[in-house]
């Protein structure tokens, strides 16, 4: 299997009044090129593009082409699980949005510190999803995991009945304290599990790096787009049999494809050149947003539009130097139909939803300062 899998939860979309607006036509271009090429992995969830993209797998993907054809991840939403009956019923729900009669990889969404113990165990989710895999409604089961290593290795030891685990990797993250990707992935590897990457490219930012970095990528490989070097990286892992880029384009299915379809692994001078560019990113990226969503999934009562408003923090930050600044504008034009920044209450919604555990209140009034002056 090629270790490119295609994330449906950032599909391109026809407007953006609606995460649920996904663009279907181009969206089942970018997945019959996908399949052309002989790439087979898809991993969708229950809530990504607020509870559509299960039934967008099921229009582009299930209903096209032969179920043997391609592998189908999904995932158990621990964050709306509120007693252990709505597993089954859950279950059955995405069997039936996906149109499948089983999924080749099935997860426990999410397992964190807040909700390992009141939830997931709680609950005993691993007993549900292995009832699943004895029953044939489940080829593998495994966890995605935003938390740091100690805790990975209690579950792990507490579940050797997993088959892998999915984590995020990529090489700005690799020794960063907070997400703690080289132990995550160490901790992983001492448990003899198989491991599948989703952030290589941490939501786009390293696909879109300050000019000074980017030099020192265009210098080694003038051709080799920026991106493809966070997706080489997490690739060239040993235990990584899959890399998940949350493909928005038909131009970065493309790119990500012309590297991954006949993939090397990074050589000794590529890992120098990605220590170099990260010494010159360290300190850059001023808001670690991945643009996952979950925060808006949560529910925003004044409906703003949290990872719109850090990527235009982060692009004003990054990008300032170059003496382009739009991202003003864009922030006026978001702001006209949904909460500024400023008119947040306080309520910590998306605060308790975010796996990076950003201080989102906090940074939003760094936006706040930096757009509405
Ligand atoms: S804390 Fe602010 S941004 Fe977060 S959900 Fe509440 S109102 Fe929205
Ligand atoms: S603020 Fe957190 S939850 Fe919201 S998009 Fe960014 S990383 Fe995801």
Redesign the pocket.
């Known amino acids: 299997m090629k270790k490119l899998g295609f994330g449906m939860m950032r599909l391109p979309k026809y407007n953006d009044e609606s995460n649920r607006n996904v663009d279907m036509i181009v969206a089942a271009n970018m997945v019959e090129q996908f399949m052309i090429n002989g790439f087979t992995y898809f991993d969708t969830a229950f809530m990504y593009h607020s509870f559509f993209s299960e039934v967008v797998v099921k229009q582009i993907l299930v209903e096209k082409y032969p179920r043997s054809s391609f592998t189908l991840a999904d995932k158990m939403p621990t964050m709306f699980l509120k007693k252990a009956e709505d597993m089954p019923e859950i279950f059955s729900r995405q069997l039936m949005k996906c149109g499948v009669e089983y999924f080749d990889y099935y997860m426990m969404h999410d397992v964190n510190s807040s909700n390992y113990d009141s939830v997931v165990q709680a609950f005993d989710g691993f007993g549900f999803i292995s009832s699943k895999k004895a029953e044939g409604q489940i080829r593998e089961i495994g966890f995605s995991f935003h938390d740091d290593a100690v805790l990975l290795d209690r579950v792990l030891t507490d579940h050797p009945e997993v088959d892998f685990v999915q984590l995020q990797i990529n090489y700005l993250d690799w020794e960063d304290e907070g997400v703690q990707s080289r132990k995550c992935y160490e901790t992983a590897v001492r448990h003899g599990k198989k491991v599948i990457v989703m952030e290589p490219v941490k939501g786009g930012t390293l696909a879109n790096v300050p000019e000074a970095a980017e030099m020192v990528f265009k210098a080694h490989d003038p051709e080799a787009s920026v991106a493809s070097w966070a997706i080489r990286f997490a690739a060239s892992l040993p235990n990584v049999f899959m890399v998940l880029s949350g493909m928005s384009s038909m131009e970065q299915l493309q790119d990500n494809m012309s590297y991954m379809k006949d993939f090397k692994p990074l050589c000794d001078a590529e890992y120098e050149t990605i220590n170099k560019a990260t010494a010159v990113l360290k300190g850059a990226v001023a808001i670690p947003c991945t643009t996952c969503g979950y925060?808006l999934d949560a529910g925003?009562?004044?409906d703003?539009q949290?990872p719109k408003y850090f990527t235009l923090f982060n692009t004003e930050k990054l990008l300032g130097s170059r003496g382009f600044s739009p991202q003003e504008e864009y922030y006026f034009n978001t702001a006209e139909n949904h909460g500024k920044a400023s008119d947040?209450?306080?309520?910590?919604?998306?605060?308790a939803a975010c796996p990076q555990h950003l201080k989102?209140?906090e940074l939003?009034v760094d936006v706040k300062e930096m757009f509405e002056k």
Do not use: D, K, Q, T
């Not at 947040?344 to 605060?351: A, L, T, V, Y």
């Open positions: 925060c925003c009562p004044m703003i949290i947040c209450i306080g309520c910590g919604n998306c605060e989102i209140r939003l």
